[in-house]
Structure formats: structure tokens, C-alpha cells
């Protein structure tokens, strides 16, 4: 099977590498003609046999609404666009009815597994017709990890359902992650406590909250024992936001991947007005006492 695959950034360019490994030829195009395969979104096409498959893997919003206006006026009837970025499901039908109008095939995929995907490959999480899934599957099982099909790959349901439960999946790892670094912090911050590092690594084995997230934390202390080359600054991408969103929409109380979200905007501050304010009412209210206000480098 040959695809066309668009963004080689940190995702795509694994993913290429690792669906050449299994045997899926790949044309690739970035804008970055060091790591392009073709000069054009036109060249790339043209070398693909039709029906056409083209993997889009670009970051969300504008940049993936250009290319999908782009490949609709380059592809022709019968051929199939996935679109494997961390788009905004309600983008997603957007884009199938703009294909569709010449008569262009979409397939929304959630992909999880970051930079490791190459080594481990990716959990999938599909939205589309059954014909168009089934048409891609030796993709999906080339990108995917070893073993049983169920547990690395999934039809969710109809176009956006890829991406919709990749939110959800994204939205708890933001609570799984929360919860890990404030367990850190807490055993930090107890002078009993002599061997931080230690007792996350032994919880790797055996335990309830084992996870390949905490073999991440354990390698992360490993790398930089005090987390001292690190700011405590976190941004989020988008998901963790929408996530939050659909459970007021669907009124979900989703308390622990909102409070997560909400941390992360703390995080950017480092002299909160909304904890100065707290601070002036207690001393107003109760003459509690207050800190002088740091003063900012000149």
C-alpha cells in the first residue's frame, strides 16, 4: 500500500519511519524540503495510485483547515483523506463536507503515543464509514502496536468520533498527570521522606497506580533529580479546554480534569491577582496580616 503523509514534524516523521518499517510505502511532504519527499502537495499526489490515501498530520485549526481546502481542489472522486492530527471534532465534519462536495472520502484518527510511537507504535481511536476504515486498515495496523487489534485500535463511531475520544483520552492524562505531580510535591515537601525518586520507581511494579506515566516520572527524576532544569510553567494544547466543555454541554461533572486544566493556567502566573485579592480581603475583613509584593527586576 503506498499513502501520502502531510506534517513531518515530531509525529509525522516517526510515523513515516515507522510505517516504511512495516512495509507501507510513503510519500511525505513538509515544508522543510530537507525532510520533504515531494517539492508540492501536487508532486506528492501525483506519485500516489488512486484511489489516493492521504494522511494529514499537521497542528489543529487554520494550518489543517488550509490543507484540507488544498487537497480538496488537488484530490479527485474515490480518494480518502485521515486526518491524525489533534483537530476539534466539530472541525472534522467541516472537512468531511468540504471533501465530499468532490466527492472526497474523510476518516478523522486520534493518535496517542507521542515521541515513543515510533519504537512502541500508536493507539488509534478511528471516526468514520465502516467501508473507509476497513479500506485503511493495513495503515492502521502498521502504526499500531503489536498484538491484539482491540487494544491499540478502535472504531469509535462516525466522522469526529476519532477525534472526540481522543479528547476524552487527553483529558485524563491531564487529571492522571495532576495527580501524579502533586503526589510528588507532597512527598517532597515531607522531611521524613528521604528517597522521593525511590518510592515512585517502586511503585512501577506491583501497584494500583503503575502506568507508563509514572515510568515517565521515574525517568524524568532520573534525568534532572530536582526538576531544577524545569520551569513550573505547563501550557495546554486545546483538548484538556474542549474536554471540559463538552461536560458543561453534556453536564458531566468532570471535577478532576477541570481542576487539572485550571492548574495549569495557574502555573502561568507568578504573582497571582486573583490569590492578591484573597489576601486583601483577610486583612481587610480580619486585619489578617499580608506579604509585601515582590518587587520586579528592573
Known sequence: ??????????????????????????????????????????????????????????????????????????????????????????????????????????????????????????????????????????????????GDRAQSFVHVGDVGAGHYAKMVHNGIEYGLMQSYAEGYELLEAKDIVKDVHGTFAAWQEGTVVRSWLLDLLVKALEEDPGLEKIAGYADDSGEGRWTVEEAIANSVPAPAITAALFARFSSRQDDSPTMKMVAALRNQFGGHPVKPARQKPE
Request: contains cysteine; negative net charge; glycine residues 14%.
Open 1 to 146: 500500500m503506498h499513502i501520502g503523509l502531510i506534517g513531518l514534524g515530531k509525529m509525522g516523521f516517526n510515523m513515516r519511519a515507522r510505517l516504511r518499517e512495516k512495509g507501507i510505502e510513503v510519500t511525505g511532504f513538509d515544508r522543510d524540503p530537507a525532510i520533504s519527499d515531494a517539492a508540492s502537495l501536487e508532486e506528492m499526489a501525483s506519485k500516489l495510485s488512486s484511489p489516493r490515501v492521504v494522511w494529514v498530520m499537521v497542528p489543529a485549526g487554520e494550518i489543517t483547515h488550509t490543507v484540507v481546502k488544498d487537497l480538496a481542489e488537488i484530490l479527485d472522486e474515490g480518494d480518502l483523506v485521515i486526518d491524525g492530527g489533534n483537530s476539534k471534532f466539530t472541525d472534522d465534519q467541516i472537512h468531511a463536507a468540504l471533501l465530499a462536495q468532490q466527492g472526497v472520502k474523510f476518516l478523522d484518527c486520534g493518535v496517542s503515543g507521542g515521541v515513543w510511537g515510533l519504537e512502541n507504535g500508536y493507539g488509534l481511536m478511528a471516526g468514520g464509514s465502516d467501508e473507509d476504515v476497513e479500506t485503511v486498515l493495513p495503515v492502521f495496523d502498521a502504526l499500531r502496536p503489536e
